[in-house]
């Protein structure tokens, strides 16, 4: 269609907490408990292995998995190596390697369900 | 006349000395070190209105001349009883007895030790200080390298040995936002050239004219506020420091080259506190610090009937609380005695 009026419809940015699908977020939330003490502070993004190649940012993929932005959070998630050294700087104890192993984990089956 | 025992003479003790000697009773203050202040010793100027730390010690210190208080300094308890008849018998390093009817634990906190704390190369890298060891280089008036430069780069880390379960401090030690924003301050007057930076998890400004001051540093000082905590520095040929930390409201790590470090080190549970607890059998907390009867109306009694607590013993404190709670406790030492009509 041509756009006579120079206007175009564009998609909302924010967060639609009511729409999200936050089966990801409650599946995390009891397999890995640890994950609900973050506190944001991004110790694990700044020693990052991943981070310091690529865009990948473990505060953010956990932040948009918990808000339900699961769609942002998978395609982010391959990049990680799980090299683990997030959790030792964590000043709270998030079991990071855990929780990427079962964001991982909950895709695959989510998929062959699809399937 | 009744007498109180009062262990430590920092800002707590020396004010509960003198409340209670006030109200008429006999006070026995107990120091180790060979004079009173504690802590405020080590401090140059004071948040937020930059009071030197030497004049209000001289306050609290002009105030033990009181014809009811006994002061022994240089002096520790070699144990502490509480007889079968509710009486506190001290016996001190020098020979000497105290006995007394109540005891007040104001043994305060002990600085973090920031070694700990190995990835931020305190102890190793020469150009990484302590917020303590910071005070005394504004004593000076001098902010130098250890080379003898004066630095270009600063950055103030919050949070050592604070909220950080790696070296077992759950904690918040509520002091150290503000110090951060108040020594960012004095270095900007000492050092007009130089990039100052505070790196923090969460600024806690939680007393009267602290968010004031936070804004000022903005304002008038152009500190530079970095929300992200520091994951680890490496030292370069330079004798610098390169840090790593997440530049969180950016959402990109973040490397930077600083020419000092300032890492704002925490409080913890003093060796005379845990030491007094344990004597006297007094609860601690899981944060290590002496745990109160309850947190709103009786903060300053223990789980054992006499003994009372004052200042940093029981929590981190600033010194407007501590003193404060120095002069509660002292009132509610004044109710015992009297209701035991001692």
Known sequence: MINFWGYSISETRSINYDKNDKAMTEYIAATVPS?????????????CT?????????????????????????????????????????????????????????????????? | MAKV????GGPAGC???????????????????????????????????????????????????????RLHLGMEPKKIEK?????????????????????????????FDARRKEEYGYGIYENVITSVELENMFYNHAITTAGGNTPKRVGIIHCVGSRDEKVC??????????????????????????????????????????????????????????RGRLSEAAENMQKQLQIKVEDTLVGKPLRMTLDMMILLVGMESSEGTRQTAGELGLNLAPNGFIQPQDPHYRNNFTNVEGVFVAGCGSAPMNL???????????????????????
């Not at chain 2, 504690?38 to 948040?47: D, E």
């Open chain 2, 169 to 226: 401090n759950y904690h918040c030690s509520k002091l150290c936002c503000i110090t951060g924003v108040k020594q960012a301050i004095e270095i900007r007057e000492l050092l007009p050239e130089a990039e100052i930076f505070c790196f923090y998890m969460d600024m806690r400004m939680f007393g009267p004219g602290y968010e004031e001051m936070y804004r000022e540093a903005q304002e008038k000082y152009n500190i530079k506020f970095i």
């Open chain 2, 83 to 111: 007889s079968k008849t509710g009486k506190f018998n001290v016996p001190l390093t020098d020979g000497s007895l105290l006995e007394g009817d109540s005891l007040l634990v104001a043994t305060g906190f002990k600085i």
């Open chain 2, 5 to 8: 025992i009062i262990i430590g």
């Open chain 2, 320 to 342: 407007t609380d501590t003193l404060a709670d120095a002069r509660s406790a002292a009132s509610c030492i004044t109710a015992y005695v009297k209701n035991h009509k001692i």
């Open chain 1, 50 to 115: 991943a981070g310091n190649l690529t865009d990948f940012n473990i505060r953010k993929v956990q932040m948009l998995m918990k808000r339900g932005e699961t769609k942002d959070a998978k395609e982010q998630l391959q990049k990680c190596m799980l090299c683990g050294k997030c959790m030792l700087v964590c000043p709270r104890g998030v079991e990071t390697r855990k929780m990427i192993l079962e964001m991982l984990n909950f895709i695959k089956t989510n998929q062959k369900l699809e399937d």
């Open chain 1, 35 to 47: 994950s609900k003490l973050c506190i944001g502070c991004g110790g694990c993004t700044a020693g």
């Open chain 2, 15 to 69: 004010e509960a000395a003198h409340q209670l000697a006030n109200q008429g009773i006999e006070v026995e203050l107990v120091e180790k070190s060979n004079e009173t202040g504690g802590n405020l010793n080590n401090w140059y100027q004071l948040f937020p209105d930059r009071k030197y730390a030497k004049d209000l010690n001289a306050i609290l210190k002009g105030h033990l001349e009181h014809p009811n208080i």
